[in-house]
């Protein structure tokens, strides 16, 4: 168990609102990534971090912003919410330090009506 | 452009049945390719990293290989808790990004 925490777990928000995703880990890992998982496409890259204000995008990050102000928060925002943004967006944190394990959340599914 | 893909989609076996899951790969320079399970509604969970060609490791019934182009995952006596989505990721040295395949869902017969 990596403490992966992730908030809220479950939110259905209107289009055009803004969304933000919380991250949280207990072990201080230096990388952390947002991942969203649609059926036919599989889990996709959205955003990575790779410490504290140092971030990249991944393969999906039109519409989506990130944040990591401290080690154990790395936050998702959707600007302005669209239904192509429903999804469940996992969390996960990869430790090269340990075998190079990658550990993931328990996933927040978010539906824009 | 790294690119992943699993094959197949799906299968079903009998419980009991041996078989094998693959993951070709394209990525210049790899870092380190990885197996996941994941279970319906649930996060993926970590099963092994592969480092280089010709490293095998091995988890109860599951044993997974790499070549230079694809990975394989293979399943001796599968059981009907092996049922699940197993997911296969790259990471290339250039980067920390780890690229996930679409996965194969495998559901095993009692």
């Known amino acids: 168990d990596a403490g992966i925490t992730q908030s809220p777990r479950h939110k259905v928000t209107e289009t055009g609102t803004p969304v933000t995703l919380r991250c949280h880990q207990t072990e201080n890992h230096r990388y952390m990534y947002w991942y969203r998982q649609d059926p036919g496409h599989g889990l996709r890259l959205i955003h990575y971090?790779?410490?504290?204000?140092?971030?990249d995008k991944g393969e999906v990050s039109d519409g989506y912003s990130v944040s990591r102000s401290k080690t154990e928060d790395f936050l998702l925002t959707l600007e302005s919410a669209t239904s192509s943004q429903t999804s469940v967006y996992f969390c996960a944190i990869w430790n090269p330090d340990r075998r190079y394990e990658q550990y993931f959340g328990p996933g927040t599914r978010l539906t824009v009506t | 452009e790294d690119q992943v893909t699993q094959s197949p989609e799906a299968l079903r076996l009998q419980e009991g049945e041996s078989s094998s899951l693959n993951c070709s790969y394209t990525v210049s320079g790899l870092r380190g390719l990885f197996w996941y399970r994941q279970d319906p509604g649930k996060g993926p969970e970590f099963l092994f990293t592969?480092?280089?060609a010709g490293e095998e490791k091995e988890k109860e019934r599951l044993k997974a290989t790499l070549t230079k182009k694809e990975s394989f995952l293979h399943i001796t006596a599968p059981k009907p808790e092996d049922s699940a989505t197993y997911l296969c990721a790259v990471q290339a040295h250039r980067d920390d990004k780890i690229i996930f395949g679409k996965g194969t869902r495998l559901h095993i017969l009692p």
């Open positions: 592969l480092y280089s």
């Open positions: 971090s790779y410490g504290v204000k140092d971030t």
